[in-house]
């Protein structure tokens, strides 16, 4: 007597190709960005990266996965004696690329200023 497989726990005879994962076929949609950064081109951002690093530049450019390309470039510095604060002094770094899994806030230079922490 032959054996048929119609399921079960090793997979077989299902057409759906289970739960969610590898449909077997390239997914041709086009990859839109999170966030469109088109309008902060050639203008002045700041961007936060978790371990509490701040930088500032120009944005010159960015791709899908939000990779961002500043010039000239300057990091606030911490302050020596509480590392989680920033500082007004600033180093330059020129032309930085930042990779995305480290970028915490994305956000213009103009247009913001920081107020004072209600909860404090």
Not at 83 to 107: A, M, P, Y
Request: charged share 30%; hydrophobic share 25%; aromatic share 6%.
């Amino acid at each position: 007597m032959e054996r048929q497989n119609k399921g079960g726990y090793r997979g077989g005879g299902s057409s759906n190709r289970g739960r969610g994962g590898y449909s077997g076929g390239r997914d041709d949609r086009k990859k839109e960005p999170i966030l469109d950064l088109s309008k902060y081109l050639d203008k002045a951002i700041r961007v936060k990266f978790s371990g509490g690093r701040e930088v500032y530049g120009i944005l010159k450019g960015y791709d899908p996965l939000l990779n961002l390309v500043l010039d000239d470039t300057h990091e606030y510095l911490r302050d020596p004696e509480d590392t989680s604060k920033v500082t007004d002094k600033t180093r330059e770094l020129g032309l930085v690329v930042c990779r995305t899994t480290t970028v915490i806030i994305i956000s213009p230079v103009d247009g913001t200023e920081e107020i004072a922490n209600p909860y404090v």
